[in-house]
Every structure is written in structure tokens, then in C-alpha cells.
């Protein structure tokens, strides 16, 4: 089955403590790419990937690092998060061609206290 | 200025009727393509419809169409016979192909869709 997968899908954690939140997609996409959801601002993007090694800023990249080493693999990695880093967070993928649409990951809910 | 502008407040529909869901747009590219995603209470965003800035016809899927208006630089989502599973939240948003080439979506805020049986 064609899919995004993210893990973990829930965790809370506190100020400062170093976490990463896999994402990894099975259907040889080149582009993959971090949102996060808030209340009543949609969903902004965070980073973005082309390609393998190909990685850059949405518009709310601070506080956030991510790396693409295999084309499946698109970690999202807070170094010291904060409580503004309580959100809702999306991976998504798609081809460069068609289909247009974006896959998305099921969400991960980070709290941080 | 808001590139995807979504002002409807909570909407409600009786099962088995239309909804529209209202939708505009702002971009100065020539190429940009619009979509519509659902996400109920679960969380999970759901692809439901997608339309290029040069489609002649409107999207349809299912249940589901894009009433596209260039010039009003509107996309409006029609859902036609409302069932209790659209109870949900939905999203427009927009891919720009000339000045967003890094393939980001742009989102609107929402609008949340109560269907009553």
C-alpha cells in the first residue's frame, strides 16, 4: 500500500530535550516536505526536500533541522524544543510530475511542557 | 494580502443536500494548481480534488467538484448529497508552478462542515 508513515504519532516531551520524528514514504517520491497545523493558521510549511541531500527552508524553519540521506527518509529533528513547538506536525511526498497531489503522513501531536 | 482566503464560518448542511465551500485565491503566476483536502476528527488530511489554472472543465470526483472561476480567482468546493462522514474539516489551498517551485502547498485556515441527520 501506497503510504507516508510518521512516527511517533503522539509524544510529549519538555523544554530542551533533543527529539526526531521519522517520516519515511514507499513510493519513490522526490519531494518531501514538513508542515506544521495550528489552530486557526492552517497548515505552514517547514522544510522541503527535492531530492536526496536536497533540503531547504519553508517559512517557519526555526528551531527545526532535517536531513534526506535516502530518498525514502525525511526526518524532522527539534535540537532544544520549546512550548511554541506545540503543534500538530504533517509529512507529505509527492512525484515530481503526476499526480500533483500530496500524500500526507497521519500527524504527529508533540506537546512540549 | 492572503494568498488562500477561506471565510466561512462553521458550516452545516442536512444530510443528503449540497454544500459549497468557499474559497479564494491570490497569485500573479499563470500556472498554479489548487486543491482540496478533508481532515475529520481523526487528523489525517484526505486528497479529495485537484484543478490547473488551465483546465478547461471543472474537476469532478465523486461526490465532490471545483466550481472554478478564473477571473474571481475562486474555487469553490461543492459536495453534493451530504453524508455524516463529511462532517470535517476542509482545506484549499495552492501550488504556484512559477514562483513556488519548491513545491510547497500554501493553506488556507479552514472551514469546518457539520452535516445534521
Known amino acids: 500500500e501506497a503510504q507516508v508513515t510518521q512516527n511517533p504519532r503522539y509524544l510529549i516531551t519538555v523544554t530542551g530535550k533533543k527529539l526526531t520524528v521519522t517520516c519515511s514514504q514507499n513510493m519513490n517520491h522526490e519531494y518531501m516536505s514538513w508542515y506544521r497545523q495550528d489552530p486557526g493558521l492552517g497548515l505552514r510549511q517547514i522544510y522541503y526536500?527535492?531530492?536526496?541531500?536536497?533540503?531547504d527552508k519553508g517559512d517557519v524553519p526555526e528551531g527545526y533541522k532535517v536531513s534526506r540521506k535516502e530518498k525514502r527518509n525525511f526526518p524532522l529533528i527539534l535540537e532544544s524544543p520549546s512550548p511554541n513547538q506545540t503543534s500538530l506536525y504533517f509529512c507529505?511526498?509527492?512525484?515530481?510530475?503526476?499526480?500533483?497531489?500530496?500524500?500526507f503522513g497521519p500527524g504527529t501531536r508533540l506537546t512540549v511542557t | 494580502a492572503q494568498k488562500i482566503t477561506q471565510t466561512q464560518p462553521g458550516m452545516f448542511v442536512q444530510e443528503k443536500e449540497a454544500v459549497t465551500l468557499d474559497c479564494t485565491y491570490d497569485?500573479?503566476?499563470?500556472?498554479?494548481?489548487l486543491f482540496w483536502y478533508k481532515q475529520p476528527s481523526s487528523g489525517e488530511m484526505i486528497f479529495l480534488i485537484y484543478?490547473?489554472?488551465?483546465?478547461?472543465q471543472n474537476a469532478t470526483e465523486g461526490r465532490y467538484s471545483l466550481n472554478f472561476q478564473k477571473a474571481r480567482k475562486s474555487a469553490n468546493l461543492v459536495i453534493s448529497a451530504s453524508q455524516l462522514g463529511d462532517s470535517a474539516m476542509y482545506f484549499c489551498a495552492m501550488r504556484e508552478f512559477e514562483t513556488g517551485a519548491n513545491s510547497k502547498l500554501t493553506f488556507g485556515k479552514g472551514i469546518t462542515l457539520s452535516v445534521r441527520p
Open positions: 497569485t500573479s503566476d499563470q500556472s498554479y494548481g
Open positions: 526536500s527535492m531530492n536526496v541531500e536536497v533540503t
Open positions: 484543478q490547473g489554472s488551465y483546465d478547461e
Open positions: 507529505a511526498s509527492r512525484a515530481s510530475g503526476s499526480p500533483p497531489e500530496q500524500y
